[in-house]
């Protein structure tokens, strides 16, 4: 993309000019940049959750109160497990040439993975506003 259409595009009366321009000619350095941070931060959150997980799975609960929190850590790491792998559609989406992907081209996959999405996130919240 080149500079001085963006600065042009700037002067212009259209507020809309910028994003009409970066929309049809996308800073693909950008995404890049997008979808390694989120594939660093996706494998490294999986890697800790599945280590607390773990640790949780294994860890021994002396009453009740200790069985009903170490269950809730593991909801909330598995919940989290499950988010972290919700992040690969969106990071072959940032490397991919037409900014859809192989998998949000789809619409069904697309509908259903809002769905998830959202859910995902919701149970999450509420599993850690429960602490």
């Not at 494998?43 to 294994?58: D, H, L």
């Amino acid at each position: 993309m080149d500079l001085r259409f963006i600065i042009s595009a700037m002067y212009r009366n259209n507020s809309t000019a910028i994003t009409e321009s970066t929309k049809d000619h996308p800073i693909v350095w950008l995404d890049y940049i997008i979808g390694i941070v989120m594939t660093v931060a996706s494998i490294s959150g999986f890697v800790m959750n599945i280590t607390a997980f773990s640790y949780f799975k294994t860890m021994r609960a002396r009453n009740n109160n200790n069985k009903f929190f170490k269950r809730l850590y593991m909801v909330i790491s598995f919940t989290d497990i499950l988010i972290c792998t919700s992040f690969i559609p969106v990071i072959e989406t940032t490397f991919s040439t037409d900014r859809s992907g192989a998998l949000f081209g789809n619409t069904v996959f697309c509908s259903g993975w809002g769905v998830f999405w959202y859910t995902a996130y919701q149970i999450s919240i509420i599993m850690v506003s429960t602490l």
